[in-house]
């Protein structure tokens, strides 16, 4: 090892945002505009209580016009749209939904049973079976439910 030298290479440093990139309104630059905007204002007259108060809301008002827009743009990234797919899924009733729009004069057991025969036998419109569960197009089964359930 006698001849060895540190290496050439030094370890990258990691980079720092640079206040361009950053689109982030921060506490800290609200707080250092502030102060720059108070030293500027104490050079000419020195305030009374009340109207480094009502300075104070003022600031705190550009502040939030400020953030109101930036605010709003995250948050719209982050709420739950729903997708196409997820309105699809809204097109479908499960067997318990079905069976609760058929009469309450059988128990919801017989009706679950009579609407696996009739699913079994091809006569209920509508129907889907998506990972091995049962479901229906909303439209058209409620209208052969309507319709008297008889076989199309």
Do not use: C, N
């Not at 720092?16 to 707080?31: G, I, M, P, V």
């Not at 749209?81 to 009733?93: F, G, I, K, M, S």
């Not at 919801?108 to 696996?116: Q, S, V």
């Not at 699913?119 to 049962?134: A, F, N, S, Y």
Request: a positive charge; aromatic letters at 6%; zero cysteines.
């Amino acid at each position: 090892m006698a001849g060895s030298r540190p290496s050439s290479r030094a370890r990258p440093r990691a980079r720092r945002r640079s206040e361009s990139t950053s689109a982030q309104l921060t506490f800290a630059d609200w707080e250092e505009a502030r102060a720059e905007q108070t030293t500027s204002e104490t050079k000419q007259s020195p305030p009374s209580h009340s109207q480094s108060a009502a300075e104070d809301l003022q600031g705190l008002d550009r502040l939030a016009e400020a953030l109101a827009p930036r605010l709003a743009a995250e948050l719209s990234t982050r709420l739950h749209v729903p997708t196409d797919e997820a309105a699809a899924t809204a097109r479908l009733l499960t067997l318990d939904q079905l069976v609760a729009e058929l009469p309450p004069a059988k128990k919801p057991e017989t009706w679950k049973r009579w609407l696996y025969e009739r699913t079994r036998r091809g006569e209920v419109p509508g129907e889907v079976k998506i990972g091995g569960m049962l479901f229906f197009e909303r439209e058209p089964a409620l209208a052969w439910l309507r319709a008297g359930a008889t076989t199309s």
